[in-house]
C-alpha cells in the first residue's frame, strides 16, 4: 500500500501570497496517478488536479501540479480568498486508492 | 448535470449492519465505475472501496479496514450503487461519498454524504 504524507500540516499565508503544498509518496506512484483535491467545510472534496499536472477543466490557472515518481506539489501562485480550505494528495495504485492525510490552508 | 445522492445514514450499534444507498442521474450510470470515500469528524478522507463497470466484470475492490465486512453492489436498472456495511465498529463512523472514478484513478463527482454514526 501506497502511504502519502502531506506537508506542512497547516500552513498561513495571505491572500495574494504563494501556497506551495507538498505531498511525498513511500512507493513510486504508478504512471504519476497522483490527483489533487480541495475541500472547504461541509462541503465535498473538489477534483482540481490529475496525472499530477493536468488541471480540471474550469479550475483557475492558478492551481498547478508537478512532480512525478514520489514527490509531488500543488502550487497556487496568487491566494484569493475562496482558496482557503483543506488539501488533499490522493494516488492510484494497482487496485488500491489511498489519500493523504491533508494540509489545511489558513489565512494569516 | 452529473447528481450524486446518498442516503440511509443513520445511528448503527457495534456489530450491526447498515446498508447506504448511491442515486446517481446526469451520466450513462452503467458504464460508470463508482468508489465510497468515508470522513471521520474532524478527520482526512479514505477510500472504501470501487465498484467497476458490468463491462468490466462490476469487479469489487476494498481497503483494508473494511475487507470481509462491507460490499458494494449496483443496480443498473436504478442507477443506484450500494454499501453494505455489516460488523460495524466505532471506528466506522464517518461522513460517507459515492464518487465517480474518472478513468480510473481519480473521484471527479461526488454526493452531498450521509452520516453513518456507530454507537452503544
Known amino acids: 500500500e501506497v502511504v502519502l504524507t502531506q506537508s506542512p500540516g497547516t500552513l498561513s499565508l495571505s491572500p495574494g501570497e504563494r501556497a506551495t503544498l507538498s505531498c511525498r509518496a513511500s512507493q513510486s506512484v504508478s504512471s504519476n496517478y497522483l490527483a489533487w483535491y480541495q475541500q472547504k467545510p461541509g462541503q465535498a472534496p473538489r477534483l482540481l488536479i490529475y496525472?499530477?499536472?493536468s488541471r480540471v477543466t474550469g479550475i483557475p490557472d492558478r492551481f498547478s501540479g508537478s512532480g512525478s515518481g514520489t514527490d509531488f506539489t500543488l502550487t497556487i501562485s496568487r491566494l484569493e480568498p475562496e482558496d482557503f480550505a483543506v488539501y488533499y494528495c490522493?494516488?492510484?495504485?494497482?487496485?488500491?486508492?489511498?489519500f493523504g492525510q491533508g494540509t489545511k490552508l489558513e489565512i494569516k | 448535470e452529473v447528481q450524486l445522492v446518498e442516503y440511509g445514514g443513520g445511528l448503527a450499534k457495534p456489530g450491526g449492519s447498515l446498508t447506504l444507498s448511491c442515486a446517481a442521474s446526469g451520466f450513462t450510470f452503467s458504464n460508470a465505475w463508482m468508489t465510497w470515500v468515508r470522513q471521520a469528524p474532524g478527520k482526512g478522507l479514505e477510500w472504501v472501496g470501487l465498484i467497476k463497470s458490468k463491462a468490466n466484470g462490476e469487479t469489487t475492490d476494498y481497503a483494508a479496514p473494511v475487507k470481509g465486512r462491507f460490499t458494494i453492489s449496483r443496480d443498473d436498472s436504478k442507477n443506484t450503487v450500494y454499501l453494505h456495511m455489516n460488523s460495524l465498529k466505532t471506528e466506522d463512523s464517518a461522513v460517507y461519498y459515492c464518487?465517480?472514478?474518472?478513468?480510473?484513478?481519480?473521484?471527479?463527482?461526488w454526493g452531498q454524504g450521509t452520516l453513518v454514526t456507530v454507537s452503544s
Open positions: 496525472d499530477a499536472s
Open positions: 490522493q494516488q492510484h495504485g494497482g487496485s488500491l486508492y489511498s
Open positions: 464518487t465517480t472514478v474518472y478513468r480510473g484513478h481519480e473521484f471527479n463527482y
